[in-house]
Nanobody, 125 residues
Framework: VQLQASGGGLVKPGGSLRLSCAASGFSLEHYGIGWFRQVPGKEREGILCMSSDDYSVYYADSVKGRFTISRGTAKNTMFLQMNSLRPEDTAVYYC???????????????????WGQGTQVTVSS
């Protein structure tokens, strides 16, 4: 059971980036999914998630209106579309999945046992 995140890179302020996360060994169909980010010296922050029970989406205020989360048609992929990027969005981004991640709890890192390896996103001119 593995998650593989990809798509990070360097982007200018105001630009867009799409992160992908592929699951191997299981389908994400009945799992809650989430995207987290972390900067050095700070705790991992939940920014967007989709609940396992009804696919409701929960956002951190910092990304509302700019980032979206989605599931791929292949049922083993998930995506984070990031628009209007700001320098303060610079971080290592992680994907996560777990059947226990439901409701607003899907924004909590403690709800997840399965994590991707992280991908660096740098927003700079």
């Amino acid at each position: 059971v593995q998650l593989q995140a990809s798509g990070g890179g360097l982007v200018k302020p105001g630009g867009s980036l799409r992160l992908s996360c592929a699951a191997s060994g299981f389908s994400l169909e009945h799992y809650g999914i989430g995207w987290f980010r972390q900067v050095p010296g700070k705790e991992r922050e939940g920014i967007l998630c989709m609940s396992s029970d009804d696919y409701s989406v929960y956002y951190a205020d910092s990304v509302k209106g700019r980032f979206t989360i989605s599931r791929g048609t292949a049922k083993n992929t998930m995506f984070l579309q990031m628009n209007s990027l700001r320098p303060e969005d610079t971080a290592v981004y992680y994907c996560a999945a777990d059947y226990k991640a439901y409701g607003s709890g899907c924004l909590s890192a403690g709800s997840y046992d399965y994590w991707g390896q992280g991908t660096q996103v740098t927003v700079s001119s």
